[in-house]
């Protein structure tokens, strides 16, 4: 029956077509725009104390000693670049993922450092040198109790860390498990229940065989795993097929707290805060874009929506596993020959009272459909298209929101619209 939900989705996939689409700015006149330089998947965009905030991989991605990389403070209203915060030596300097806590930025570099900038006078509190790259959004919690928030992170290849939030000291390394490529964000949540939240990410470690299933290895050493904010010591581990590169993503199920896990071969495991399976489903292959679980309990990945509680589970003879059944409708946008890497944002951005799921491609579409999947519209992006995920908020505080769009041009982007609606899910791994 699993297999069924696969087969669903590839039907739906191979029959989508694509119109000509109207520009964006028919539905939502253009604000400002602003260079900044390339962005991925992974870029996080903050608003902070009336500045948006947003790192930069620069003019390109494989640049060394580009001008630029780093991260920018923009002006909500003009899109004025206010600050600049770049690290004070040559090299690939890549930003990426950011965090900000007590007024500190905090950001990692493809230059193997990992910094802390005060927010207040722009200059550098510490750094801390690693082994290699920091993709990912750090994590920011007061794992060591002195009432100042300290960071983590993973270094692509070579495991987890967190800092000191004053001084960059260590507090803890787990490298037990290996951060790949992936270089997924950790969720933040208190699974032990000792007041300090702890991290779930994803990463790889030992096989557990050697066996061949079809056409790939019965197992890679591929984990989704929980780490104790106090101490980097493993909470729980659940094997996964395949590489990560989504977000884990938490959400209440009947009073219940869950997380959803997805990787990058489509396996989605739905599981308690202690790490046990509750059901599993297959979604098909090359998963970049984040799983969400909306409040009118809709899964929506990327341009799919479909009802997914416990309503709509079942169970086999066969198969001890729930399964989506027969009342999981999955419904999905049309698309062809679209990437889409993004995970999508939910908010009411059409001001009609209900929530709109918003996504991007990286070929210059910006998309808009119910939280069932159900498509509402298609437009085009004035620049080439995006990998980052969207920011949705009245960024101008004019009580009507933005939407605001890294390009792979370089440019951001700052979209008006006339909705005084609602955010559930405003920006991609937001504070």
Same mark, same amino acid.
């Given at each position: ?8 989705? !590839? ?6 077509? %694509? ?96 910094? %802390? ?34 960071? !983590? ?185 679209? *990437? ?24 210059? *579409? ?21 990998? !980052? ?24 982007? %700052? ?17």
């Amino acid at each position: 029956m699993v297999r069924r939900t696969v087969s669903l989705l !590839a039907v739906v996939g191979g029959m989508l077509t %694509c119109v000509a689409q109207k520009p964006m700015t028919s539905q939502f006149p253009l604000q400002w725009k602003t260079q900044i330089g390339v962005t991925t998947y992974r870029t996080n965009m903050l608003f902070h104390k009336g500045l948006m905030y947003i790192g930069s991989n620069g003019i390109s991605r494989d640049n060394r000693n580009d001008k630029l990389d780093g991260v920018y403070a923009i002006d909500q209203k003009t899109g004025a670049v206010k600050a600049t915060y770049k690290v004070p030596f040559a090299g690939d300097d890549d930003v990426t993922g950011i965090s900000i806590a007590d007024n500190k930025l905090f950001f990692g570099t493809d230059n193997y450092y990992f910094f %802390c900038f005060d927010l207040a006078t722009g200059q550098e509190l510490w750094k801390y040198p690693l082994p290699y790259d920091v993709e990912s959004a750090p994590a920011t919690e007061d794992f060591n109790g002195d009432g100042i928030k300290d960071v !983590a992170f993973s270094v692509e290849g070579y495991g987890f860390y967190a800092l000191n939030g004053q001084d960059g000291s260590p507090i803890w390394q787990q490298d037990s498990i290996s951060s790949h490529n992936g270089n997924v964000p950790s969720l933040l949540i208190d699974i032990n229940g000792d007041g300090v939240k702890d991290l779930v990410n994803a990463g790889r470690g030992t096989a557990n065989s050697d066996e061949i299933n079809g056409f790939k290895m019965a197992h890679y050493g591929d984990y989704h795993f929980a780490l104790n904010g106090k101490t980097g010591g493993l909470l729980w581990l659940r094997e996964t097929g395949a590489g990560v590169h989504t977000a884990p993503f938490t959400y209440t199920e009947n009073g219940q707290q869950r997380i959803a896990l997805l990787d990058s071969y489509g396996e989605l495991q739905m599981v308690d805060l202690n790490g046990n399976l509750l059901s599993r489903v297959n979604l098909g292959y090359g998963w970049f874009s984040s799983p969400v679980m909306t409040r009118d309990q809709h899964l929506v990945v990327g341009r799919y929506g479909m009802l997914y509680n416990d309503s709509v589970l079942e169970y086999s003879e066969d198969n001890s596993i729930p399964y989506p059944g027969d009342k999981a409708v999955v419904k999905s946008v049309e698309m062809e020959d679209q *990437l889409l890497s993004a995970t999508t944002m939910i908010a009411d951005v059409l001001g009609k009272g209900s929530m709109q799921a918003i996504g991007v491609t990286e070929q210059g *579409l910006l998309f808009l459909m119910k939280t069932d999947g159900t498509e509402l519209m298609k437009l085009k992006l004035p620049g080439k298209g995006a990998e !980052a995920s969207v920011f949705v908020a009245d960024v101008d505080g004019d009580g009507k929101l933005e939407i605001l769009v890294a390009d792979l041009d370089g440019y951001l982007y %700052c979209f008006s619209t006339n909705s005084k609606g609602k955010v559930e899910l405003g920006g991609f791994k937001t504070n």
